[in-house]
Structure formats: structure tokens, C-alpha cells
T-cell receptor, first 117, second 114 residues
């Protein structure tokens, strides 16, 4: 059983450049989430997909951020014109569908660290 | 008031002692609660979930829930140096349909001293 996979694990980029992160959720999970975590804080919700539909976006997700899940499997998170404040760990997570324990249990990938210099 | 609050610590306990981690939440309608462990530089790892008032035990871990007081805690018995990590409390918040996203506290950093 493979867990949630994220790529790349680390990315250093210059301010103003675009970056893209990829997430492969657990294979039978149709819910997918993106979170962002900065030092000393808990993860903050960015966006949620049910299959290929993006159903919720946080106000933290500015216009420079875009996420897709074109076939309801893997997802990408793109950050355009990166700023130093974008430096964080970007976490992808997935869960099964359902309104019970299994639907509420969210599993995280190993994260993608972004450093904007 | 933050949705989920935790003491940031750091909390230090000697090896073999009981570590007690606390969390309060603001939404009285919350039905389920999660504890994640996060080692430095790593992603959060689910260790416990609790849905009903009272205690839930899993090995050395016990989660305690008091919905009337809007309080959830995590006890770690016989603490080991390998338990040294940041512990995150999380509460689901509705996003769309039946889906929930987790709102996290800022975490409590635990150090178990050998």
C-alpha cells in the first residue's frame, strides 16, 4: 500500500519564478487536499478536490496559486510569480469519501518544501 | 478566539513519565478530533482519533474528550525519547457536501529527556 506521494520534495527558486508541485493520493481515495505549513504553525487548509472537482478554496489561495486534478487522480499545485512569503512546506493529503470515520481521516504526504530566495 | 488552541510548549518530561498535551476548540458542534505527531522536518502522522466523550486508549496513547468543556487531551504513558516531536490537535470543519477539512492548532513541542 503506497501512501500519498509528493514531488519534488524540495524546491529552491528565485523570487518571481513559477513552481509546480505534484501529488499522487492513495489510490482509492477520491478526496484530495492541499495544505501549507510554515515554521511553528500547524498546517493551514488551501483547497479541496472531490474527484476532479475543486469544491473549496481558502482565502489563503491567492490568484497566484492554482490547483488542478484533471482526471481525479493526481493533482498539481502551481505558484506563479513566487514571493519570499510563499516559502513553506506544501502538504498534500487524501481521504476516502464518506461522512464517518473514514471520510474524516486524512492522510498526509511527506510534503514539498519550497524556499524562495 | 482561535478555532483550535494548544500550548506551544516546549514541554519537557523525563523518560518513563506521563506527558499530557491539551487542546481546546471553539466550535461546539465539532464531533471528531484528531491528534497528529510531527517530527522535525517531516509531515504530520495520524496517531489518534476520538469521537465520543471519555477516554480512548491505543497502546501508550490515551485521548480524552470532554465536549461540554470543549477540551481534548492526549496522554502519553511511559514516554520515550522517540516520542519527542510536535503534537498537533485537529478538528474537522465542513468544506463541501459531507467533506471536512482539518483545522489544526499550532502544536505542542514535546521533548522526552533520557
Amino acid at each position: 500500500d503506497t501512501g500519498v506521494s509528493q514531488d519534488p520534495r524540495h524546491k529552491i527558486t528565485k523570487r518571481g519564478q513559477n513552481v509546480t508541485f505534484r501529488c499522487d493520493p492513495i489510490s482509492e481515495h477520491n478526496r484530495l487536499y492541499w495544505y501549507r505549513q510554515t515554521l511553528g504553525q500547524g498546517p493551514e487548509f488551501l483547497t479541496y478536490f472531490q474527484n476532479e472537482a475543486q469544491l473549496e478554496k481558502s482565502r489563503l489561495l491567492s490568484d497566484r496559486f492554482s490547483a488542478e486534478r484533471p482526471k481525479g487522480s493526481f493533482s498539481t499545485l502551481e505558484i506563479q510569480r513566487t514571493e519570499q512569503g510563499d516559502s513553506a512546506m506544501y502538504l498534500c493529503a487524501s481521504s476516502l469519501e464518506g461522512n464517518s470515520v473514514r471520510g474524516n481521516t486524512i492522510y498526509f504526504g511527506e510534503g514539498s518544501w519550497l524556499t524562495v530566495v | 478566539q482561535k478555532e483550535v488552541e494548544q500550548n506551544s510548549g516546549p514541554l519537557s518530561v523525563p523518560e518513563g513519565a506521563i506527558a499530557s498535551l491539551n487542546c481546546t476548540y471553539s466550535d461546539r458542534g465539532s464531533q471528531s478530533f484528531f491528534w497528529y505527531r510531527q517530527y522535525s522536518g517531516k509531515s504530520p502522522e495520524l496517531i489518534m482519533s476520538i469521537y465520543s466523550n471519555g477516554d480512548k486508549e491505543d497502546g501508550r496513547f490515551t485521548a480524552q474528550l470532554n465536549k461540554a468543556s470543549q477540551y481534548v487531551s492526549l496522554l502519553i504513558r511511559d514516554s520515550q525519547p522517540s516520542d519527542s516531536a510536535t503534537y498537533l490537535c485537529a478538528v474537522p470543519r465542513k468544506v463541501a457536501g459531507s467533506a471536512r477539512q482539518l483545522t489544526f492548532g499550532s502544536g505542542t513541542q514535546l521533548t522526552v529527556l533520557p
